[in-house]
T-cell receptor, first 118, second 113 residues
């Protein structure tokens, strides 16, 4: 089954304790992205990647790191989490629009990871 | 900076009624997407609109795109309870050679029996 898998789904941690949220897709997608969802703010992009070893900042990258060493994996790293990073996080992937006849960029989302930082 | 605004943010409507959700965006684009999110779930693609005047329909939902007005609408016809969800629009532009997809704030729709 084509899917984006995130882990963990739920995590409660404390300020300053480094954590990694993993994301893996099995669709051979070039494009991967991380979003955070907060009430009243919709989805905001944290980082995205157009291909292996190619990453770039989204709208809210502060406090986060990413890496793309393999095509299928795109982990999100919080080096020193703070309470304002308490949120619902989504990983998503897609084929690059230039490689799709329609030019569409339709994302497949993971199930989400709810993170609480105390 | 691309801004994508949806209204209303919250909508309660009775079963059987019609209503429209609006999505306005600030920069020229001819690629707009609608996603649905059920409570506690992830987002799923609903519609892909790729040109001015595009109209897509599935069941009781119909989406349209007016690129000149920078406006997309999601129309609900004769609402039923299982349409209760949060609906997001997202606009796609190319920025410095990269794809930039910006989401609206979402519209939480509640259908009341």
């Amino acid at each position: 089954e084509a899917q984006v898998t995130q882990n963990p789904r739920y995590l409660i941690t404390v300020t300053g304790k480094k954590l990694t949220v993993t994301c893996s897709q099995n669709m051979n997608h070039e494009y991967m992205s991380w979003y955070r969802q907060d009430p009243g703010l919709g989805l905001r992009q944290i980082y995205y990647s157009m291909n292996v070893e190619v990453t770039d900042k989204g709208d809210v990258p502060e406090g986060y790191k990413v890496s793309r060493k393999e095509k299928r994996n795109f982990p999100l790293i919080l080096e020193s989490p703070s309470p304002n990073q308490t949120s619902l996080y989504f990983c998503a992937s897609s084929t690059l629009p230039g490689q799709v006849p329609s030019g569409a960029n339709v994302l497949t989302f993971g199930a989400g990871s709810r993170l609480t930082v105390l | 900076e691309l801004k994508v605004e949806q209204n209303p943010l919250f909508l309660s409507m009775q079963e059987g009624k019609n209503y429209t959700i609006y999505c306005n965006y600030s920069t020229t684009s001819d690629r707009l997407y609608w996603y649905r999110q059920d409570p506690g779930k992830s987002l799923e693609s609903l519609f892909v609109l790729l040109s001015n005047g595009a109209v897509k329909q599935e069941g009781r939902l119909m989406a349209s795109l007016d690129t000149k007005a920078r406006l997309s609408t999601l129309h609900i016809t004769a609402a039923v309870h299982d349409l209760s969800a949060t609906y997001f629009c997202a606009v796609d532009i190319e920025l410095s050679g990269n794809e930039k997809l910006t989401f609206g704030t979402g519209t939480r729709l509640t259908i009341i029996p």
